[in-house]
Nanobody, 123 residues
Framework: QVRLVESGGGSVQIGGSLRVSCKYS?????MGWFRQAPGKEREGVAV???????LYADSVKGRFTISKDNANNILYLQMNNLKPEDSAMYYC????????????????????WGQGTQVTVSS
């Protein structure tokens, strides 16, 4: 069983930055960030594996960075140059028994989820 607790969401202006965090109880091989806007499917944002290999959705490449603090069991998502389309509920996910690209593409592959933290980007 993996317990995940997100924090750090909020409201930010277009072009601003925000960092969301996810405190986890144990570290499975794959962890990731997903997001879901109202009326839309949950989509993968970024994943990281046990070797610190990272993968990103095309929409966030060059703007978002996923990282893990293994000493303190915290997963981060640093978000820069935020756009209105980044507004969503952001979820931390853990344990995906597939490849990194498969994990990023299908949220159903992840077994454990946090409660989510809201990110709102506005002018």
């Amino acid at each position: 069983q993996v317990r995940l607790v997100e924090s750090g969401g909020g409201s930010v202006q277009i072009g601003g930055s925000l960092r969301v965090s996810c405190k986890y109880s144990t570290s499975p091989h794959h962890m990731g960030w997903f997001r879901q806007a109202p009326g839309k499917e949950r989509e993968g944002v970024a994943v990281v594996d046990g070797y610190s290999t990272t993968l990103y959705a095309d929409s966030v490449k060059g703007r978002f960075t996923i990282s893990k603090d293994n000493a303190n069991n915290i997963l981060y998502l640093q978000m820069n140059n935020l756009k209105p389309e980044d507004s969503a509920m952001y979820y931390c996910a853990a344990f995906c028994g597939h490849t990194g690209s498969e994990c990023l593409a299908r949220h159903a592959y992840f077994h454990y989820w946090g409660q989510g933290t809201q990110v709102t980007v506005s002018s």
